[in-house]
């Protein structure tokens, strides 16, 4: 089974921009379709981002389209999330999620803490 470390997380300045990683161990990270969530305290876990098997298939929650960017480097068995324009509103704890059936989600990292500052 696929294990999976996210880093990149860390306080940054609204308007500013992060780059998280999840990088994949156990199985290669082709395999499988992988999605970011994030959650802020006392609220429910939101879907941010997803990446298919195919890089060319992705998709986006509402509140990040056009700012957050997902990609894969099969050959780094890592996924990534650029973050731009990053809001105090996106101040979360994120997550990647990684399963070879679509939307499935059974493997998931520890986690890593983003904060935008105002």
């Known amino acids: 089974q696929v294990q999976l470390v996210e880093s990149g997380g860390g306080l940054v300045q609204a308007g500013g921009s992060l780059t998280l990683s999840c990088a994949a161990s156990?199985?290669?990270?082709?395999?499988?379709?992988v999605a970011w969530f994030r959650q802020a305290p006392g609220k429910e876990r939101e879907f941010v981002a997803e990446?298919?098997?195919?890089?060319?298939?992705?998709y986006y929650g509402d509140s990040v389209k056009g700012r957050f960017i997902i990609s894969r480097d099969n050959a780094k068995n890592t996924v990534y999330l650029q973050m731009n324009s990053l809001k105090p509103e996106d101040t979360a704890v994120f997550y990647c999620?990684?399963?070879?059936?679509?939307?499935?989600?059974?493997?998931w990292g520890q986690g890593t803490q983003v904060t935008v500052s105002s």
């Open positions: 156990g199985r290669t990270i082709s395999g499988y379709h």
């Open positions: 990446i298919s098997r195919n890089p060319r298939i992705t």
């Open positions: 999620a990684a399963d070879t059936d679509d939307k499935a989600w059974s493997y």
